[in-house]
């Protein structure tokens, strides 16, 4: 190896002697010279693990440890490598993970023939628990369009593993990981993504490594639903601060990798979703303009396939943020009368329950169809049938756009006062 170090790989390290073994193997074999591979130990405390890491740095010169007295997180590992790296370029590979022959040689070959700051790598997903092996090769047509495709972000992987950086790029941009447990990688795929002025493909964008999924004790089965919000914050405070971020589409981007992370937390039955739903819906619905759009609904389309299978993140509780930021507006409206009949027990009906709640207003529900006359709701109301509606109340409150063009064409309400409660929490 020359003195000329073009590749710099960085490798967080903690115990698994016998996968770290392999992936050191796999790096030790690269059809490539003029590289170092420096593996952060992150105090590991398996002998098999550091015995592994010795006996490589003793037999090749270009395999370096650098040793953590207490565990920080792979986040600060990569940080620490990337401090000392001395390639031109760095590359974050996993130390349980198994990496093809070619893949530095295809990763340099990319950047240098295009003057790239990003290289990215396809991979396969490996399941060790089935044995099934998926293809995540690279659209070259992603890469030429991301500009103007609002699903970029989406579509690339938020993960340090699949990209080739210029290490200039990063350090004179001050992008680094974060110091968090899980998820740290987030902020520094978006960041690196959205700022590089040239991406390309490794090897056409065919999958160069295999990335191991099913392991008992596997940080991305971890994921902190906090974690991955002040990731997003982060992100988007970074680039807000460095380049032009509030554009339209940069927004739908970040906006639209968030709700993925959100629903790849929710399928992993990670603890405080509620918590970090409320978070994040404040984040997005008051602060991001894309929610205003029909964008949301292409996000929900895209990302979820039932209302049961993202059953925690309710629209219930949309329509009822949205109606919190306009609470005084909503109350002044009905406050000339304490007793008003919601028409429709959907879930801006839902909302508008729980809002009222303990406020002083009587508050009676009429549903279609007079399916459930007599019962009460989960906030408590009572269920009344259409004819006591009519005769009974004389302030209406329609809970959708439908509902309200329907009781304003019907000549039997136009002696009523009909509020359009979805003037108050549009999102559909």
């Known amino acids: 190896m020359s003195d000329n170090i073009k590749i710099s790989v960085i490798m967080p390290v903690h115990n698994r002697g016998r996968l770290v ?112 092996i998926i293809d995540r090769s690279v659209n070259k047509e992603l890469i030429e369009n991301r500009c103007n495709n609002e699903f970029f972000l989406t579509d690339i992987v938020a993960a340090p593993w699949n990209k080739l950086c210029r290490k200039r790029f990063l350090l004179e941009n001050g992008i680094e990981f974060q110091d968090i447990r899980s998820c740290n990688d987030y902020a520094f795929s978006v960041v690196s993504l959205s700022m590089a002025d040239r991406i390309t493909l490794a090897g056409e964008g065919r999958a160069l490594f295999s990335y191991r999924l099913g392991l008992e004790d596997q940080i991305s089965k971890q994921r902190d639903c906090r974690n991955l919000f002040d990731a997003y914050v982060y992100a988007k405070k970074f680039l807000a601060s460095h380049m032009h971020v509030d554009s ?50 292409v996000i929900r389309d895209y990302y979820i396939d039932s209302q049961d299978s993202f059953e925690w993140m309710d629209l219930a509780g949309d329509f009822l943020m949205q109606l919190k930021n306009k609470e005084d507006l909503l109350i002044e409206a009905i406050q000339d009368g304490n007793r008003w009949v919601v028409w429709g027990n959907g879930k801006r009906s839902l909302a508008l329950q729980k809002l009222l709640k303990g406020k002083g207003f009587d508050i009676s529900i009429c549903e279609t169809g007079d399916r459930n006359v007599g019962k009460y709701t989960d906030i408590g109301n009572l269920i009344i049938s259409t004819e006591d509606a009519l005769n009974s109340f004389e302030k209406v409150i329609a809970s959708t756009e439908k509902v309200y063009r329907y009781l304003k064409e019907k000549e039997v309400f136009h002696n009523h006062i009909i509020l359009n409660l979805s003037v108050y929490c549009p999102l559909e």
Request: with cysteine.
């Open 248 to 297: 339209f589409l940069s927004l739908q981007q970040l906006a639209k990798l968030m709700l993925s992370g959100v629903y790849q937390i929710k399928r992993e039955g990670t603890v405080y979703r509620e918590e970090f739903y409320k978070e994040i819906r404040q984040e997005l619905i008051r602060e991001n303009p894309i929610f205003k759009t029909e964008s949301l609904n």
């Open 21 to 132: 073994r392999e992936a050191i193997e796999d790096i030790v074999a690269q059809d490539f010279s003029d590289y170092e591979l420096i593996c952060v130990d992150d105090a590991s405390d398996e002998e098999e693990a550091l015995t592994v890491l010795y006996e490589y740095s003793s037999r090749h010169k270009f395999v370096r440890i650098i040793k953590s007295d207490k565990p920080n997180g792979a986040g600060v590992a990569r940080n620490i490598g990337l401090k000392n790296a001395g390639g031109e370029y760095v590359i974050f590979l996993d130390s349980d993970d198994r990496f093809d022959s070619d893949l530095l040689k295809l990763s340099y070959k990319s950047v240098i023939d295009m003057d790239a700051d990003i290289s990215l790598l396809g991979y396969r997903k490996w399941d060790v628990q089935t044995g099934q």
